[in-house]
């Protein structure tokens, strides 16, 4: 915008500048030509009286004394035909001149001054000089020079002005691109500051309003997903009620371990939807730690089902930069999918092991793979409700990672989580 402005600015002024500055410029080559043009009538016409009276000597040395003053040639023609002063031949001019009418007329070497005096016998004495471009020009040079330097001078004075006039208008606009980023990156507290022309200001109430209006917005959906995540504590106490029923001491261990991870998880979800515009806290875990104890909780649902589990575990401690329940989510997510999207007996292995920095966790199995397109939140192969690639991936993210799927030499899934360290 200040580039637009400035070029508008310069091309106005541009016109400006040429409509006031030529025809003066052609002006002031006008008054120098008519002033030069006086000034040699006004010389010759100093002669009138010696030409008509004087004897031819008389007016030779006052027309030689003319020439050396004013450095013009002057020549005198005599109603005889001879010629005094600077030889000359006779022009049109001159011959018009004879006929008793004198005259300024333009020739190639400037203007020719011819002046008719009467009085001497035998006819009309003509006094002729010309004026060369040279005196003609005197000065306009220097004086267009001024005129392009007060051209020049404007060009920039408004240059400048247009400068000051684009940074009134582009430092608001600034701005409000500022606020709007930090709410696209969920800054919800960033405000813009009302500045600059009415519109402006217009702009930056609107962009407020709806800042505040996603607040709101945001806020209640946290709370209804917090009640909703609270229906769940229900069914989970009856839960807990129903597996210390249970005669089997091992049994009782294992589904109330599940059932406390599963109640940290929504404790977890809880304080995530209510969690307000205070930028979380830096994570951190041992990979190494959560993936063993994820990996043993989903050996047993493995062994009912008749697949073999492979560990490949790296010794820890391995600290990457996400926090243990969301790297267990993680987990959690990737192994669900090779039980939901594979047939009963079907073998998997899960590795995690350092490399370039960070750790990487590998889980491939031998089934059919992934269709195109899996990694999209909310689409699903399956009945499912195609979150749980979405949900390995923002683990991912969160510490600086990645999510890449790939085919097995078996035709089956690969799926690779890229974790960041602690940062």
Known sequence: ?????????????CLTVIA????????????????????????????VPV??????????????????????????????????????????????????QSLTARTDDGREVVIAVQGRPGGTTVIRTV??????????????????????????????????????LVRPIVALSGVSHRLANAELTARATPAGPTELREVAGALNHLADRIQVLLREEREQVADLSHRLRTPLTALRLE???????????RITAGVDALERTVTGLIRQARWRAAPPTTATCDAATVVGERVAFWS??????????????????????????????????????????????????????????RVVLTVADEGPGIPPGLVRRGVSGNDSTGLGLDI????????????????????????????????
Do not use: Y
């Open 1 to 13: 915008m200040r580039r637009r402005l400035a070029l508008l600015v310069a091309a106005t002024t």
């Open 20 to 47: 006031f500055l030529v025809p003066l410029a052609l002006l002031v080559r006008t008054v120098a030509e008519d002033r030069a043009t006086v000034r040699a009538t006004a010389d010759v016409q100093g002669l």
């Open 51 to 100: 030409v008509g009276t004087a004897d031819p000597e008389t007016v030779r040395l006052t027309v030689e004394q003319l020439i050396a003053e004013s450095g013009r040639p002057v020549s005198i023609f005599l109603p005889d035909g001879s010629v005094l002063g600077a030889p000359a031949g006779r022009t049109p001019a001159v011959a018009l001149a004879a006929r008793g």
């Open 131 to 168: 004026v060369d471009e040279t005196e003609l020009t005197s000065g306009v040079a220097r004086s267009w020079l001024v005129l392009a330097a007060l051209g020049v001078l404007l060009l920039l004075l408004g240059l400048l002005v247009a400068d000051r006039l684009a940074r009134s």
């Open 243 to 253: 597996a210390e029923s249970l005669r089997d001491p091992d049994d009782v261990a």
């Open 300 to 357: 047993v649902l493995a062994e009912d089902t008749g697949r073999t589990v492979t560990l490949d575990l790296a010794g820890g401690p391995l600290p990457v930069g996400v926090a243990a329940d969301d790297l267990a989510a993680g987990v959690d997510a990737l192994l669900a999918n090779v039980f939901a999207h594979t047939p009963d007996g079907t073998g998997f292995q899960v590795r995690l092991a350092p490399q370039d920095g």
């Open 392 to 423: 390995a991936r923002r683990a991912a993210q969160t510490s600086g990672g990645r999510l890449e799927l790939g085919t097995g030499t078996t035709g089956g899934a690969v799926v690779r989580l890229h974790l960041g360290p602690p940062r």
